[in-house]
């Protein structure tokens, strides 16, 4: 599968394709050779089972709260905050009252998310 963007054809988030992993989450992905950036939608309530993975993440709130569960303790978030989870750090999240969007950035690439 190609990435939808390319550096010298940019285009907006809401030309991306998106697909649904699981209800009430909607994903739109983009990646480079070691790189991806994933926009999230989530419904209000959705929650994330608590999962590790070996990519390295950073995750941007764009909009909405979201409660946090991170190595056994909680955080709530809420837009413009930043989270970095390490290499097989165990987290998950439950979004609050809200619609949720967030921005996941991941090395390397999540070739699970491509299949």
């Given amino acids: 599968m190609q990435s939808p963007v390319s550096a010298l054809a940019p285009i907006n988030w809401d030309q991306v394709p998106a697909s649904s992993p ?3 989450i909607e ?3 983009v990646w480079g050779d070691g790189l ?5 939608r ?3 309530h959705v929650v994330t089972a608590i999962h590790t993975h070996p990519h390295e ?4 709130v764009e909009r ?6 991170i190595a056994g303790e909680e955080r709530i978030v ?3 905050d930043v989270l970095h989870f390490p290499s097989n750090l165990e987290h ?4 609050l009252d809200e619609e949720v969007v967030l921005v996941d950035i991941f090395t390397p690439i999540r070739e699970d998310f491509l299949s």
Avoid: E
Avoid at 57 to 60: D, E, N
Avoid at 92 to 95: L, S
């Fill in 57 to 60: 993440q950073i995750t941007l």
């Fill in 42 to 44: 989530f419904d209000p």
């Fill in 92 to 95: 998950g999240a439950t979004m």
């Fill in 22 to 24: 699981l209800p009430g």
């Fill in 64 to 69: 909405g709260r979201v409660k946090f569960f």
């Fill in 36 to 40: 991806m950036v994933c926009r999230l």
């Fill in 78 to 80: 809420g837009p413009g």
């Fill in 27 to 29: 994903r739109r992905m």
